[in-house]
């Protein structure tokens, strides 16, 4: 649903809002570090974050905690900096002003491939490289050095429904299973945040369902925090803990699904 | 033709150029009647050949009966302006001029400098500079043509670049399947000129040297010479170029900066 059918929200959220506090509830259930300290410290502090291309700021003054464990999904209309903002929070971008603390320490400081080690990341588009589905999860790991066994390689494709299918090579793969390959690979350099950035708005409606849970079920077992953009309201409402609203580079509103979904003129 | 009617040389130079003109500006307008528009180009590049060809063989017969040590002026300020040309043809790539002119001075300067050493190279003037064009110019060719089809590699294949960088990768790594195709096409002429010497064609400097009375093997060979060493400086050329040029695409955050260019969308008008 894309924000245009605004009118339709109030309706449909009475629907998904059951769906979401139970995903909320069993994602706490299942959760490994429930009640430690880390499970509520905020693993990512942005500060006054700012991107200016051709004189536009195109993400102004974004500040915003994000808490460990947590699913944070960004909406907004088209170009309201959205992806813009993902990619300052792994330094695929410089941010012209402000900066982004990882678990306490300024990313400036961390080298940036090791950043985004840590702060993992799945495209609208999932680019694989030439090869096979073994040879794209090996990539992450043979950076720092590893070289991923045959066993772990199965264990992260059982997570994403490829079991078995490790030495199939990428050309012939659907849609859905490159974006199930690409979120194993993301996972396979073992990342505290995963940013997610439109993952299913490529794929058709079935794998777009497909994708959505296994997203959700993967983040929540692998105890990850999760910032995603997503242009579809609900959506948003059937994955995230607390929803972040930008327009035209800023944050407009944020918090939990049904403080921000049901805020009047939240998206007028 | 022409000869039966210009009787002076002069003339008669100037006549055949205005063929060969011709003949170019027809190229032209084939490729424009295909909508490929080399109009500017073509005449600029016309025009600047003559006059420099024409400029420099005025005062080339000057220049060359200085001494020897002057060759190395005029072979370094052939070296800077390849450099100026090739940067020229590769917008867009940061750094270029810096990258193309490590790259021409290292790759055909050590060759030349090698082989003048060696005695391959004649030390006089008159050797030393046309040999000496012959590599840098070709060094020239050869680095625009690893700049121009780095920059198309990376401009095509910005999302598994970016894909590599977000997994973790050193952005040197991520860039280097595209290093290795651009040196492989850019060394394509230098190699294809080694392997066709003598059946395909008959190089301008062999004819020189038969003409001038030099003994047919010796010319023969001489060419095989020149033409390795233009492989060697082009070669050279080409892997000093991709190891400069790797770097300079990413920021110093390992970031990439080169972008593809927005293609314009023709404009369409709506029917009546």
Same mark, same amino acid.
């Given at each position: 649903?894309?924000?245009?059918?605004?009118?339709?929200?109030?309706?449909?959220?009475?629907?998904?809002?059951?769906?979401?506090?139970?995903?909320?509830?069993?994602?706490?259930?299942?959760?490994?570090?429930?009640?430690?300290?880390?499970?509520?410290?905020?693993?990512?502090?942005?500060?006054?974050?700012?991107?200016?291309? %051709? &004189?536009?700021?195109?993400?102004?003054?974004?500040? !915003?905690?994000?808490?460990? &464990?947590?699913?944070?999904? !960004?909406?907004?209309?088209?170009?309201?900096?959205?992806?813009?903002?993902?990619?300052?929070?792994?330094?695929?971008?410089?941010?012209?002003?402000?900066? !982004?603390?990882?678990? %306490?320490?300024?990313?400036?400081?961390?080298?940036?491939?090791?950043?985004?080690?840590?702060?993992?990341?799945?495209?609208?588009?999932?680019?694989?490289?030439? %090869?096979?589905?073994?040879?794209?999860?090996?990539?992450?790991?043979?950076?720092? &050095?590893?070289?991923?066994?045959?066993?772990?390689?199965?264990?992260?494709?059982?997570?994403?429904?490829?079991?078995?299918?490790?030495?199939?090579?990428?050309?012939?793969?659907?849609?859905?299973?490159?974006?199930? !390959?690409?979120?194993?690979?993301?996972?396979?350099?073992?990342?505290?945040?995963?940013?997610?950035?439109?993952?299913?708005?490529?794929?058709?409606?079935?794998?777009?369902?497909?994708?959505?849970?296994?997203?959700?079920?993967?983040?929540?077992?692998?105890?990850?925090?999760?910032?995603?953009?997503?242009?579809?309201?609900?959506?948003?409402?059937?994955?995230?803990?607390?929803?972040?609203?930008?327009?035209?580079?800023?944050?407009?509103?944020?918090?939990?699904?049904?403080?921000?979904?049901?805020?009047?003129?939240?998206?007028? | 033709?022409?000869?039966?009617?210009?009787?002076?040389?002069?003339?008669?130079?100037?006549?055949?150029?205005?063929? *060969?003109?011709?003949?170019?500006?027809?190229? #032209?307008?084939?490729?424009?009647?295909?909508?490929?528009?080399?109009?500017?180009?073509?005449?600029?590049?016309?025009?600047?050949?003559?006059?420099?060809?024409?400029?420099?063989?005025?005062?080339?017969?000057?220049?060359? @009966?200085?001494?020897?040590?002057?060759?190395?002026?005029?072979?370094?300020?052939?070296?800077?302006? +390849?450099?100026?040309?090739?940067?020229? @043809?590769?917008?867009?790539?940061?750094?270029?001029?810096?990258?193309?002119?490590?790259?021409?001075?290292?790759?055909?300067?050590?060759?030349?400098?090698?082989? *003048?050493?060696?005695?391959?190279?004649?030390?006089?003037?008159?050797?030393?500079?046309?040999?000496?064009?012959?590599?840098?110019?070709?060094?020239?060719?050869?680095?625009?043509?690893? #700049?121009?089809? $780095? @920059?198309?590699?990376?401009?095509?294949?910005?999302?598994?670049?970016?894909?590599?960088?977000?997994?973790?990768?050193?952005?040197?790594?991520?860039?280097?399947?595209?290093?290795?195709?651009?040196?492989?096409?850019?060394?394509?002429?230098?190699?294809?000129?080694?392997?066709?010497?003598?059946?395909?064609?008959?190089?301008?400097?062999?004819?020189? #040297?038969?003409?001038?009375? +030099?003994?047919?093997?010796? +010319?023969?060979?001489?060419?095989?010479?020149?033409?390795?060493?233009?492989?060697?400086?082009?070669?050279?050329?080409?892997?000093?170029?991709?190891?400069?040029?790797?770097?300079?695409? $990413?920021?110093?955050?390992?970031?990439?900066?080169? @972008?593809?260019?927005?293609?314009?969308?023709?404009?369409?008008?709506?029917?009546?």
């Amino acid at each position: 649903m894309s924000l245009a059918a605004l009118d339709k929200v109030p309706s449909l959220l009475s629907a998904c809002r059951r769906h979401s506090d139970q995903v909320f509830l069993t994602a706490r259930f299942h959760r490994p570090q429930e009640g430690t300290v880390t499970s509520y410290t905020n693993i990512l502090d942005i500060d006054h974050l700012n991107r200016e291309v %051709g &004189g536009v700021r195109i993400v102004d003054d974004v500040t !915003v905690a994000i808490r460990a &464990g947590s699913v944070l999904v !960004v909406v907004g209309p088209s170009g309201a900096g959205k992806s813009s903002f993902l990619r300052l929070l792994n330094r695929l971008d410089e941010p012209t002003g402000g900066t !982004v603390r990882l678990a %306490g320490r300024d990313y400036k400081e961390i080298p940036p491939p090791e950043l985004r080690r840590r702060v993992g990341m799945v495209t609208q588009t999932a680019f694989l490289f030439p %090869g096979t589905i073994a040879d794209n999860l090996r990539f992450g790991p043979l950076q720092q &050095g590893i070289e991923l066994a045959a066993e772990p390689i199965e264990a992260l494709l059982s997570q994403v429904g490829l079991g078995g299918r490790a030495g199939e090579g990428v050309a012939h793969l659907s849609g859905g299973e490159a974006q199930r !390959v690409s979120l194993a690979r993301a996972l396979a350099t073992k990342p505290a945040v995963l940013l997610l950035d439109e993952p299913t708005s490529a794929l058709d409606a079935k794998a777009k369902d497909e994708v959505e849970r296994l997203i959700l079920t993967v983040v929540r077992r692998n105890d990850l925090t999760c910032v995603m953009v997503s242009h579809d309201l609900a959506q948003a409402a059937r994955v995230a803990d607390q929803v972040m609203v930008m327009n035209k580079g800023k944050l407009t509103k944020i918090g939990t699904v049904s403080e921000v979904i049901n805020a009047e003129g939240m998206v007028r | 033709m022409l000869k039966e009617w210009f009787a002076n040389q002069l003339l008669l130079g100037c006549a055949q150029a205005a063929v *060969t003109t011709l003949v170019a500006l027809a190229v #032209m307008l084939l490729a424009r009647v295909r909508e490929i528009h080399l109009e500017r180009e073509t005449v600029v590049a016309l025009v600047r050949g003559i006059v420099q060809i024409t400029a420099i063989g005025s005062i080339l017969v000057a220049l060359l @009966r200085g001494p020897s040590w002057t060759s190395v002026f005029l072979l370094a300020a052939m070296i800077a302006a +390849a450099a100026k040309m090739s940067s020229d @043809r590769s917008k867009g790539l940061p750094g270029s001029f810096q990258v193309s002119l490590c790259a021409i001075a290292s790759g055909a300067g050590s060759v030349i400098a090698l082989m *003048t050493w060696a005695g391959v190279i004649d030390t006089r003037i008159t050797s030393l500079v046309p040999i000496g064009s012959m590599l840098i110019a070709n060094a020239m060719n050869t680095n625009s043509l690893v #700049m121009n089809r $780095f @920059r198309s590699e990376v401009e095509s294949h910005v999302g598994l670049i970016e894909t590599g960088l977000a997994l973790g990768a050193d952005s040197r790594q991520t860039v280097t399947p595209y290093v290795e195709v651009s040196v492989q096409s850019s060394l394509i002429p230098a190699i294809d000129s080694l392997r066709s010497l003598g059946i395909v064609w008959i190089p301008g400097l062999m004819a020189g #040297m038969l003409l001038s009375g +030099a003994r047919p093997i010796y +010319a023969a060979i001489y060419q095989f010479v020149t033409i390795s060493m233009i492989f060697s400086s082009s070669g050279l050329t080409a892997l000093i170029c991709s190891l400069l040029i790797r770097g300079s695409v $990413f920021s110093p955050a390992e970031q990439l900066v080169l @972008r593809p260019p927005q293609i314009a969308v023709p404009n369409v008008r709506s029917g009546a």
